[in-house]
């Protein structure tokens, strides 16, 4: 393994004792962090804000409960964890040794030299919850990335998570082999990136023990617009990353399927790709036809139709019309994206 700036850990706080000390936004967004994660957190501040207030008095959580006084060394001991925006580095130089010397880890908020570890920025489908650390390098790169996979993550994750700690227990209990239990969690990732948005219940359950059960097949039809991977919608994009085979056509640009998952089976296609399609499905497949350009689909929707096959249409970005780019005043800077020729034609 590469070397890491940051080990990536998850602390288990639920019903745990962690200190907060200070009076400011960035305290404040800790004191709720914290909460969220369980934890009984005790609010060292002189002055409370009302932000601050208005947590404790309704926690996302664990119970939050203030202390309007400057904290102590003595708060510390016992801590789970120990947090503090300090004024200067005297402050913090004192803090810290104050929770290391309780043994408690300690983070002192945009002074990474007294920290022991570091609050990254978080994309939460709890109990799926990820993490994105630069080692406060640039933590605006990484809310930008937070901000990406947020796009990425379906809301739906968190019930298929959430079904997962309460599944677990039951599919141990049935004494399944290695492989049996293997088999039935890729059944589950199947089932939940296949329909992220769908809860999941008993009759899912049941139906992801049984070896061998083949789910219907289905068709996305996917716009892939001017051909600018940048400009795929997000549900283009998570349609490519649960597609167990992707048809594409030589107008597609190659650079658009590098979105879709490493399994998926990409094939060109020409004048058999409904007949493929419709084949595909029938077998259990999860199929995704790229189209360059919008995605007109009224052969398709028809056949699949016919072949008692699900189908659903992602419409690709439209070029814009050269009428509405007239409109536009003369000191606009007009910039042109994808197919010239087909912006043209609009």
Known sequence: MDPLTRLPAFFALAGKRCIVAGNGAAAAWKVELLAAAGARVDVLAPAPTEEIRALA???????????????????????????????????????????RSAGVPVNVIDRPAFCDFAFGA???????????????????????IRAKIETLIPKGFARWAEAARHWRPRVQARA????????????????????????P???????????????AGSVVL??????????????????????????????????ILDFARREAKKMLVGKTAIATMVS???????????????????????ACRAGGVAI?????????????????????????IGDEQAARRG
Do not use: Y
């Not at 309704?58 to 503090?84: K, S």
């Not at 978080?122 to 930008?144: C, E, H, M, W």
């Not at 595909?280 to 028809?302: D, H, P, S, Y």
């Open 122 to 144: 978080i994309v939460n489908r709890s109990p799926l919850v990820i993490g994105i650390s630069t080692d406060g390098a640039a933590p605006v790169f990484a809310q930008a």
């Open 222 to 255: 996917v716009g892939a617009g001017p051909g600018d991977p940048e400009l795929l919608t997000l549900r283009a994009v998570r349609a490519l990353q649960s597609a167990d085979v992707i048809l594409f056509d030589e107008k597609v640009a190659p650079e």
């Open 176 to 199: 399944l082999s290695f492989r049996g239990r293997r088999s039935f969690w890729e059944r589950f990732v199947a089932r939940a990136i296949a329909a992220p948005d769908a809860p």
């Open 312 to 336: 659903e249409v992602v419409p690709g970005v439209t070029p814009v019309r050269p009428a509405i780019v007239e409109r536009l005043e003369a000191d606009v800077e007009i910039v042109p």
């Open 57 to 99: 008095a309704a926690p996302p959580a664990g119970a939050i409960t203030l202390h309007e006084r400057a904290w102590q060394p003595t708060d510390c001991a016992g801590a789970a964890m120990a947090v503090a925006e300090c004024a200067d580095d005297d402050e913090a130089a004192r803090f810290a040794a104050a929770a």
């Open 280 to 302: 595909l499905a029938k077998a259990g497949r999860r199929v995704v036809w790229l189209k360059a350009g919008a995605g007109q689909a009224r052969e398709e929707t028809a």
């Open 201 to 215: 219940d008993a009759t899912d359950f049941a139906t992801l023990l049984t070896p061998g059960q083949v789910d």
